[in-house]
C-alpha cells in the first residue's frame, strides 16, 4: 500500500514546472511559498519569514529541503532552472506526507480494525484524488493533514496507555505543529476531550490536557518564531487570512452554495462519493458503541465536527481545506468494513457495504482511484497552456481578457509572474512577447478592466483567448436569477464582451477535458477557449 501510494504520487510530480516557456510554476501558490522560505536562514538561525498568510514550519522545511538539494546536486546558474529544482525539492516534502499519510492510516487501522477494514480505509487515503493531486504540489496543506493525522493517532492512544500524559503530550506536539502549518489545525486538540473522559479521573484528565495545549503552544512558537518576535506583524497576516476566508475569494465562490453543503461536493471529488458517505456512516456507528475503549472515535467524530462547522462558515471554500476531514471518514469507513465483515459471515446483506466499498475506492460513482488515474494522467502530459502555445506560435496576435497569470497560455516566459510583481514589469514582458500578445489598457492602467469589448473595437487581434479559471464564476453569476449587486457590472460587461465576440469571431477550438468542478483541481486541467477573427478589423 505504502509503495503504491509513493508510486502514484510520483507520476506527473513535474507537472507545470518551469520549462522553457515559461519561468514560473503553473500553480499560483507555489512561488510565494518558495519565494517567502528564501527568507528562512537555517545557518544564521533566523526562522522568520516575515510573512505569516501561511505557517512558517513548511517554509523552514522548504527552505532546508531547498538548502540540501543545492549542496548535493551542483550549482545551477540560471536562476529559473534553480527555481525548478527547489519546487521539486518542496513538491517531495508534499508527497511524502502524503504517504506518511497513508502509512499512518494503514498502522493505525491494521490494529484496531482487522485486515479488511484496515486495507479498505488505508486504501481510500492512499488513492484519494484530492491527495494525489496536493502531494504534487509545493503547498502546506498536505503536510498540515499529515500533523493532523499524527495528533488524531496519539489522541486514540490515551486510551489504551497506562497513563493518559505521554499520549496527550505527543498529541499536543502534533496539534502545534499543525498549527504552525496551517493554523487551524489546532483545532485537532479537541479529539483529546472524550478520550480524557472516559480514560482518567478528572483531575488528571484537566492536568492532562492543560499539558497537551502546553506543549502545542511550545511548539507552534518553536516554529513559527515570528509570532512573539513581530507580534504586530504575525497579526496583520493573520487577521487578513481570517478576514480573507469570511468575505470571499472575488467570484471563485460567488453565488455558491453554502460551505456546509458545498463541502460535502468537495469530499465527493477529493476522496470519493462511496467512500465519504460509507465513512459519515461507520462514524455515527462507532460513536453509538458503548465500550469505553472506543472513546477515541468519538473525540474524532469531536474534532471533525468542529473543524467542519469552522470551514462551512467561511466564504472560502478550496477543496484542500477538507484535507483534514479524510482520516476520520478512513477510520469511519475503516469501522463499517469490519462490522459489516464480520457480519457477512452470518448475513449475506451484510455484504453490500463492503462491496460499496471496494466499488468507491476503485471510483465507481465518483472519486477513489480513477478519478486519482485520470488527473495523474493529465499531470504526467503536456499542459494545455502550453500546448496552445505551441500550436498558436506563427499567430499575427492573440489578446487577452484579463491580466496574464498561472492560467494564461504560455506565450512568453514571464506570462504566469505572481501578482507580487508590479503591473509595469508584467506590463513590460507582455510587450516584448512575440507573437504580440494584446491586453486593452487604457490610458489610466489602474481603470483596466477584465472582459473590456474595447480589446475587440480598436485593435483587434487575430485570436482572442481565455480559460476557465477566467470564466467559471461569470458563468455561473449569468445563469442565476439574480446576480449580486457587486458583481453586476462584472457580468454585464461579459455578456457585452461574449456578444462581439460571437459576432466577429469562430470559436477555433477548446482545449482540456471537462476537468473536476473543485477550483484546485481544476489548477491541473482548466479548459481554453481559442477564438479566431472570421471579420477583416
Known sequence: MIVGSLALRLVGIGWGLPNELRHWSLHPDEPIVLGYSTMVEPAKLDFDPDFYNYGTLPLTLNRMASLVVGAYGGEIKDPYQAMRRDHLAGRWLSLLSGVGMVAAAGLFLWRRMGRVGALLGAAAVAVSPGLVVHSRFQTVDVMAALWVTLALIWAAKAVEAEGAMKPALFCGLFAGLAASTKYSGVVVLAALLPVLWVSTKRADGVKAFAWAVGVALLAFFLTT??????????????QYEMWHTSTGHG??????????????????????????????????????????????????????????????????????????????????????????????????????????????????????????????????????????????????????????????????????????????????????????????????????LDFDVRLLKENPPEYVIFSSFETEGLDRLAAAATVPEAFQGQVSRYKEFMAALQKDYGLMQVYGANGPEAHDLMYVQPRIWVWKRSTNP
Open 251 to 448: 467570484l471563485v465562490f460567488a453565488a455558491t452554495a453554502p460551505g456546509a453543503v458545498y463541502h460535502l461536493a468537495n469530499l465527493f471529488l477529493g476522496f470519493g462519493v462511496f467512500v465519504s458517505i460509507l465513512g459519515l456512516v461507520g462514524l455515527v456507528w462507532g460513536c453509538r458503541k458503548p465500550d469505553p475503549q472506543q472513546a477515541w472515535i468519538i473525540g474524532f467524530a469531536l474534532f471533525a465536527l468542529i473543524y467542519y462547522v469552522l470551514i462551512a462558515r467561511a466564504e472560502v471554500k478550496f477543496l484542500r481545506y477538507c484535507f483534514p476531514l479524510i482520516p476520520v471518514l478512513a477510520v469511519g469507513l475503516a469501522w463499517l468494513m469490519r462490522e459489516a465483515h464480520v457480519r457477512s459471515k452470518t448475513k449475506t446483506a451484510w455484504k453490500l457495504p463492503v462491496a460499496l466499498g471496494f466499488a468507491g475506492i476503485a471510483g465507481i460513482g465518483g472519486g477513489g482511484l480513477a478519478d486519482s488515474v485520470q488527473l495523474t494522467v493529465v499531470m504526467a502530459g503536456e499542459d494545455v497552456r502550453d500546448q496552445v502555445a505551441r500550436e498558436l506560435k506563427g499567430a499575427q496576435s492573440v489578446g487577452l481578457v484579463s491580466d496574464p497569470w498561472f492560467y494564461t497560455a504560455s506565450f512568453y516566459p514571464e506570462v504566469g509572474a505572481p501578482r507580487g510583481a508590479s503591473f509595469e514589469q508584467r506590463e513590460q514582458a507582455r510587450l516584448a512577447a512575440v507573437p504580440p500578445v494584446l491586453r486593452y489598457v487604457p490610458e489610466d492602467p489602474s481603470q483596466r
Open 225 to 238: 518564531p515570528g509570532a512573539l518576535l513581530h507580534t504586530d506583524r504575525f497579526m496583520r497576516d493573520f
